[in-house]
């Protein structure tokens, strides 16, 4: 007999998570083994991996909660295909393909010569990645930010958590456009502060990222209406799943980067980011079954603030200011926190659902029932 979803515990979720990491952790023993035959060389590739795993939970949780806000909307088909392909274009793709795909443009080689050179070669390979760091922060901090802006500049969003400025925002969404003027003068903002001679790297690189956005929204608006049409689906198809895999992807470029401060070994960074993916897709799973998001009102908010600070650190760390991705991870999910201790103490204090006009720090600070 199937059990409910609303009656699974937490573990269960995790059990495919469990699994990969029990594969990957072997994994990176056996590459330990073989790359330096000695067992403290094997035991430091394992927890090189681990610490990967977890670098890349604590910097993808509020992409867990964004993505479940999404599949929510999206058909069961749809969401089925995001959970179990998503997966695949996240680890595979994201992970060891797109770092070969930097390599290959940068360094103007093929795809095996890249290959090549990140296993015998793995200094030259991490210096080639890191000479790529700031169009990619450029392109992903851009894509980020817009989508943490079009969640704030909504006219149809009712729930706020900082009131003071989120209902503000919610009012300036009437303004069209007003989103990418944002963006627009935050990279001629930035654009002064980088290096001169990276000045049009950056600028492209944001505008690319500002451009992928809006084609995203476009061709997904294009691709459900599509699907609806011809198949009577519900909204959320093809479009949403495009949505989420680009937002993935933007998700995991700092986590990609970051991890050459860690390790230059391109399958021990593949084994440790993928672990970590795999719980985020556990948790994404958790979130959309068990109706987290509606029942912690405040969560999402959590994860977009978070998503709005890290497009800006993004933005940061290409005019050559270095950041910690521990730092970014931990405030990250310390953010989502505190929206989850604000959540839970406003459904004490409003039992039947009343709203409640009090900001978060008023809310924090009412004692416990």
């Not at 799943?241 to 390790?263: H, K, M, Q, R, W």
């Amino acid at each position: 007999m199937t059990t409910p979803p609303a009656d699974r515990s937490m573990l269960s979720y995790l059990k495919w998570a469990f699994i990969v990491t029990g594969l990957g952790l072997v994994l990176g023993a056996v590459l330990g083994w073989r790359t330096t035959g000695t067992l403290s060389g094997m035991a430091s590739i394992v927890f090189i991996c681990a610490v990967l795993a977890v670098l890349e939970i604590s910097l993808s949780f509020d992409n867990a909660i964004v993505n479940a806000n999404k599949l929510n909307t999206m058909s069961a088909v749809w969401r089925q295909r995001f959970l179990t392909w998503g997966i695949l274009i996240a680890v595979f793709g994201m992970r060891i393909l797109f770092p070969l795909l930097i390599v290959m443009l940068a360094a103007k080689i093929g795809p095996w010569q890249a290959v090549t050179l990140a296993a015998s070669d793995p200094d030259e390979y991490s210096r080639i990645m890191q000479g790529a760091h700031l169009p990619i922060a450029a392109f992903g901090g851009t894509f980020l930010l817009m989508v943490a802006l079009s969640f704030f500049f909504d006219e149809e969003k009712d729930v706020h958590w900082f009131g003071w400025i989120e209902r503000r925002m919610a009012w300036l969404s009437s303004i069209k456009g007003v989103e990418i003027a944002i963006v627009l003068s935050l990279i001629l903002a930035f654009s002064r502060l980088v290096p001169p001679d990276q000045i049009q790297s950056f600028v492209m690189s944001a505008i690319y990222g500002l451009l992928t956005f809006l084609l995203v929204q476009v061709a997904g608006e294009l691709l459900d209406a599509s699907d609806k049409a011809l198949k009577g689906a519900a909204s959320g198809g093809l479009g949403a799943f495009l949505y989420l895999e680009v937002l993935d992807a933007s998700f995991s470029f700092d986590g990609v980067i970051g991890a050459f401060a860690l390790t230059h070994n391109l399958f021990v960074i593949a084994i440790g980011l993928g672990i970590g993916a795999m719980y985020v897709r556990s948790m994404t799973i958790m979130l959309v079954e068990k109706g987290t998001l509606s029942t912690y009102r405040y969560l999402e908010h959590g994860a977009f603030w978070a998503i709005l600070i890290l497009s800006v650190i993004m933005y940061v760390q290409t005019t050559g200011l270095h950041i910690p991705e521990v730092v970014t991870g931990l405030g990250g999910a310390a953010l989502i926190g505190v929206a989850l201790l604000a959540s839970i103490r406003w459904n004490k204090a409003n039992p039947d659902g009343e709203e409640d006009s009090r900001e978060p720090a008023e809310i924090l600070a009412a004692p416990a029932e």
